[in-house]
């Protein structure tokens, strides 16, 4: 893959065709395209944007992307990153290394969230007692 070529704008899909393929909400494209995840497409003479498969390529990136959990800024340096192949594939480590930790950071304060929750549904027991631990627990009074 020319990862160089990945802005590539010729004609060739509506936006409609676009968001179908990707799976990617119409208003989320023109969002990447406001902000610059994805490159301007060319128009037809009617004004509409017509997308080349260098933004379906793009686009799918941002996605799997997106499904892992990276930030759009963090995307926007693994775009960058993809684009200039001149630098060490170390970098893009780095960008997936901190993400990582980002990750198992909230995969702890899940398990946390967890283990209280459970067992505040454990004092609730059968709830027909007039006190409820979980609106106790919530408003900080256990």
Known sequence: MDRKN?????PRLPIGMLSRRTGCNIETIRYYEKIGLLPAPARSEGGHRLYGHGHLMRLGFVR???????????????????????????????VAVVHLADVRAKIADLRAMEA???????????????????????????
């Open 64 to 94: 799997r992307a997106r499904g892992l959990g990276f930030t759009l800024d963090e995307i926007r340096a693994l775009l960058q990153l993809a684009e200039d192949r001149d630098r060490p594939c170390a970098e893009a480590r780095e």
């Open 6 to 10: 990945l802005q590539d704008t010729a």
């Open 116 to 142: 209280v929750l459970a067992e505040t549904v454990l004092r609730c027991a059968d709830g027909k007692t007039p006190d409820c631990p979980l609106l106790e627990t919530l408003f900080g009074t256990i």
